[in-house]
């Protein structure tokens, strides 16, 4: 079964512009979690999706946004980019409808978005 | 906020030794603990998930669960050069978000 795939792999973008990161769940998962990875921060939760219904979402500005379609295939974006944005972005697939604490979350490779 | 705590290390084992990756929560309703394996430059593996208090083997890992002192441990029996890498806790707080510690690097020397 193919894992979760991310596209584009690596980004690059200026102060201020925008821009939109892909990721395909595991064929048979639901919903697909999001996640910003930075040296100093660590892993932080953004937003779960599940069945095209945002269902939970962590502590960043409303710049960042996402939407899953109707094939669990989610995107997320983040508009009027800051340096701080510069990170790992993790999507994570699970099955998503067991009771909330019982979804193994399954990793993507990530995209890596410098921000200049 | 619900913390999750882990020691950065790095924690250095020779080969063949048994490598305790400790971790500690703050919500004690939480439910579910996993532990994921990260190399360097690499994504999140998923390595074991925990529910019950207890210990839960699988192959060379053993994770243990002791909710009344909200600890999880992840214990890796004759560690290799191989598993070297930074190891993330993480908690189910509640609804469907991972809560990650900052994980701990592991270093295993030949």
């Known amino acids: 079964k193919a894992g979760v795939t991310q596209t584009p792999r690596y980004l690059i973008k200026t102060r201020g512009q925008q821009v939109t990161l892909s990721c395909s769940p595991i064929s048979g998962h639901r919903s697909v979690s999001w996640y910003q990875q930075t040296p100093g921060q660590g892993l932080q939760f953004l937003f779960e999706?599940?069945?095209?219904?945002?269902?939970n979402k962590g502590n960043f500005p409303g710049r960042f946004s996402g939407r899953q379609f109707s094939n669990s295939r989610s995107e997320m974006n983040v508009s009027t980019l800051e340096l701080g944005d510069s990170a790992l972005y993790l999507c994570?697939?699970?099955?998503?409808?067991?009771?909330?604490?019982?979804?193994?979350?399954?990793f993507g490779p990530g995209t890596r978005l410098t921000v200049l | 906020q619900k913390e999750v705590e882990q020691n950065s290390g790095p924690l250095s084992v020779p080969e063949g030794a048994i490598a305790s990756l400790n971790c500690t929560y703050s919500d004690r309703g939480s439910q579910s603990f996993f532990w994921y394996r990260q190399y360097s430059g690499k994504s999140p593996e998923l390595i074991m998930f925990i529910y019950s208090n207890g210990d839960k083997e699988d192959g060379r890992f053993t994770a243990q669960l002791n909710k009344a002192s909200q600890y999880v441990s992840l214990l890796i029996r004759d560690s290799q050069p191989s598993d070297s890498a930074t190891y993330l806790c993480?908690?189910?707080?509640?609804?469907?978000?991972?809560?990650f510690g900052k994980g701990t690097s592991l270093l295993v020397t030949p």
């Open positions: 999706y599940f069945s095209e219904t945002q269902r």
């Open positions: 994570a697939s699970s099955l998503g409808t067991l009771a909330g604490a019982y979804n193994e979350q399954f």
């Open positions: 993480a908690v189910y707080n509640s609804g469907y978000a991972l809560n």
